[in-house]
């Protein structure tokens, strides 16, 4: 595996430095305590990064949900990101999507019992979670997309990296894609390379880990995704599910909403002979017109043929009433699970949450403010 470019647009790096001047000032200002921090007492582990767009976010969410689920009662705080609504919103299983959001209500229809909650104000939302008259009482909050949320001081922070764009090679706004400078990931006690290859070997490491030359304090971590069978998104009009080997010879036509598609490509061109794509803005909410726009692309397929989307664009065209049937009947999501390169890896970075949360709660004795 080579390494990856990183494409930069350098006519733009005057904007850029007057973005970071903004951005360094503001981080400034929370340094030196001006602009203030909420502490809590119990546990905030916060999953982020230092780019626009997907890092694998929300899949790394659910795995942490399913080390701690077990043990402590888990709730997640998420911004609702591209939500047609304002305020806090609780999220339910039969939450309308547009109202709180993809993400979230995947992570709810996933993990009924997690409580899920969206507000733009990350200190509203806690609050909410916190109150004794809701009743909600969580041992742990996540707090996803929360890295340059300040206003919380997480307890723990877990800073997500896309291994297919290096982030020691990027760039700030509008020239790259970071958020913030580089060297802001220290404020990041554990740093998760993602979406990494089978392809890649010992010098890719290498590069990742010289590159980003992480404190001792800090963990670094390589994940992958692994893809199970795909599953209907309309189970009434199609009950099969397909593994992966098995569509072979089948006309694929891949339809998604995500910032990154590359990873999702790599992995369904090696599985047919017959992959087509149709690609959306990220979160995308799908109107009538990218409806006949699929209907066109997939009609012109011969025949066996099926569509293949991502879990949270699943969760948004379910919740379409002008989609025909046959689109029903031939719409199947991918699930996506963590997995780290090592199983070792896998081991301790559960070992890293599971008594990160023990601890915090044992020798916690802040009180809210």
């Known amino acids: 595996m080579l390494k990856p470019q990183t494409k930069i647009h350098s006519g733009l790096k005057p904007l850029s430095w007057i973005y970071g001047f903004a951005v360094e000032l503001r981080n400034t200002l929370f340094d030196n305590g001006i602009l203030k921090q909420s502490e809590y007492s119990i546990p905030i582990i916060c999953v982020g990064n230092l780019t626009v767009g997907g890092t694998g976010k929300t899949p790394h969410i659910e795995h942490i949900i399913r080390i701690l689920t077990d043990r402590y009662k888990v709730a997640v705080v998420s911004r609702g990101y591209k939500r047609k609504s304002k305020r806090l919103q609780v999220v339910e299983v039969n939450s309308d999507v547009n109202r709180v959001g993809d993400e979230p209500l995947q992570i709810k229809k996933k993990f009924p019992e997690t409580t899920v909650i969206v507000d733009k104000d990350r200190r509203n939302a806690i609050a909410y979670l916190l109150a004794p008259e809701n009743g909600l009482h969580p041992d742990v909050i996540l707090l996803d997309d929360g890295y340059q949320h300040r206003y919380v001081k ?95 010879k089948k006309q694929v036509l891949l339809v998604a909403g995500i910032a990154s598609t590359k990873s999702l490509e790599d992995k369904m061109s090696k599985k047919t002979y017959n992959l087509h794509t149709l690609f959306f803005p990220d979160h995308h909410f799908y109107g009538k017109d990218d409806i006949k726009a699929i209907e066109k692309e997939f009609a012109e397929l011969s025949s066996d043929k099926i569509i293949v989307t991502t879990e949270k664009d699943a969760t948004r065209l379910q919740s379409l009433h002008y ?16 997995s780290f390169i090592e199983n070792e890896e896998n081991e301790s970075f559960n070992k890293k949450i599971i008594n990160h949360v023990r601890n915090y709660q044992k020798n916690s004795r802040l009180p809210e403010k």
Do not use: H, W
Request: charged share 25%; hydrophobic share 40%; aromatic share 14%.
């Open 323 to 338: 989609l025909s049937d046959e689109l029903k009947e031939k719409l199947f999501f991918l699930p996506i699970k963590v």
């Open 154 to 248: 997480p307890s723990m922070s877990i800073l997500l990296v896309d291994s297919n764009r290096p982030i020691f090679e990027d760039q700030l706004l509008p020239a790259g894609r970071l958020r913030e400078p580089f060297r802001r990931k220290d404020r990041a006690s554990i740093v998760v390379v993602t979406k990494c290859s089978d392809e890649m070997r010992p010098i890719n490491f290498r590069i990742f880990a010289n590159g980003l030359n992480l404190f001792p304090f800090q963990s670094l971590f390589f994940s992958k995704f692994v893809y199970n069978q795909l599953q209907p998104v309309f189970p009434d009009f199609n009950p099969n599910s397909y593994g992966l080997d098995e569509i072979r």
